[in-house]
């Protein structure tokens, strides 16, 4: 199997071919190199063996769960709305933290009221009251009752059909607006050249980050393997994946150079993609989590719109994983194995959905 010329060079790194001993760093550098050699076929093998029970080990039906076993709604329900979250509308800047909204304009607070101990028709009271033509507070509180009254109506799928679901019915920008727990700063327009989607349209950019991450990035194999014989057979005592991080922020990933990336930079980039346009703009419109799977070190991306069909309240999400994506790309393993970006399956799953990041 043939390699990209970028991944051969990384690896190179790792076999301390491409180090220098700068003065005053001679010492270090020259212990890092004896500690990786030497550790070089164990390594290997430990970061081997780690791969396998990767992909291969936990996801049931003798050990472990996935996706398609676990009670995922519950998992995803979690922390949907931890820590603050805001969203401008009609002037005004609408605030939530534990429950409870506030309404300012001009940095001065006009309305404060528990989501909980407010009806709908309450807030639409508020809603003319502030003079909040769009009717706001009316929609998110009705969603949002239902959305914190117990497990959240989560409808899991693939890719294809979470995005024809979510564009067929009524769209909750506001509401989908305050999943958004974090991951926001990047501007639009670098999405969209990076991608080559338009930001309002995120299934495209969900797709357009595949060729994206695979033409500028790589997955971090020497990286990972460095941290294997680092933790676990130098048992910490020489600092060996340091030296292999790059810069991992969007600068980085447009400057021309390849990158190397672990899977939660991966993750935590494609939800910022997700973020860069505004909610309502998008069509669906869409916010991102991370999905954590603790017993495999592995962290994902989750992709969910709030909708109404029918006037019934749903929340259709579906599951990315761009490290595959990358790495089957990488190891040209696409025609065996398909594109690699589809997570929701029987190979992935999830100890916490982390809405706020």
């Not at 760093?25 to 990767?54: S, T």
């Not at 109506?153 to 294809?160: E, I, K, R, T, V």
């Amino acid at each position: 199997m043939e390699l990209p010329d970028r991944l051969v060079s990384r690896f190179r790194r790792l076999r301390g071919t491409e180090v220098t001993d700068d003065a005053g760093d001679a010492d270090v550098d020259l212990e890092r190199r004896r500690v990786l050699r030497a550790a070089a076929v164990g390594g290997l093998g430990l970061g081997g063996a780690k791969a396998v029970d990767n992909v291969l080990v936990g996801y049931g039906p003798l050990v472990g769960e996935n996706l398609h076993t676990q009670s995922l709604a519950s998992v995803a329900s979690e922390g949907l709305f931890a820590g603050e979250r805001t969203v401008d509308v009609d002037g005004h800047q609408l605030s939530m933290v534990k429950g409870i909204i506030t309404v300012s304009a001009d940095e001065e607070r006009r309305e404060r009221f528990r989501v909980a101990k407010t009806t709908p028709a309450e807030a639409a009271d508020l809603d003319t009251e502030l003079g909040l033509s769009s009717g706001p507070l009316e929609r998110v509180v009705r969603d949002l009752r239902e959305l914190q009254s117990g497990v959240a109506p989560f409808a899991f799928g693939d890719l294809a059909e979470t995005f024809e679901r979510a564009r067929a019915a009524e769209p909750r920008p506001l509401t989908t607006a305050l999943l958004r727990g974090g991951s926001h700063g990047v501007a639009a327009s670098l999405v969209g050249e990076f991608t080559g989607a338009d930001p309002t349209e995120p299934e495209a950019v969900i797709r357009g980050l595949v060729g994206a991450f695979r033409e500028k990035t790589d997955y971090d194999v020497p990286r990972y393997l460095a941290g294997a014989v680092q933790f676990n057979l130098a048992m910490d005592t020489v600092a060996l994946r340091e030296p292999f991080a790059d810069d991992v922020d969007w600068a980085s990933l447009t400057d021309g150079e390849p990158t190397g990336l672990f899977c939660n930079e991966y993750a935590k980039r494609s939800v910022e993609a997700l973020h860069a346009a505004d909610s309502r703009v998008q069509t669906p419109p869409v916010a991102g989590a991370l999905v954590y799977d603790t017993r495999h070190r592995h962290v994902y991306t989750m992709a969910a719109s709030v909708v109404r069909e029918d006037g019934e309240l749903v929340v259709p999400a579906t599951f990315l994983d761009y490290m595959h994506s990358t790495l089957y790309g990488d190891g040209r393993l696409t025609g065996l194995l398909g594109e690699g970006l589809e997570a929701y399956d029987r190979r992935h799953r999830a100890t916490e959905v982390g809405w706020r990041h």
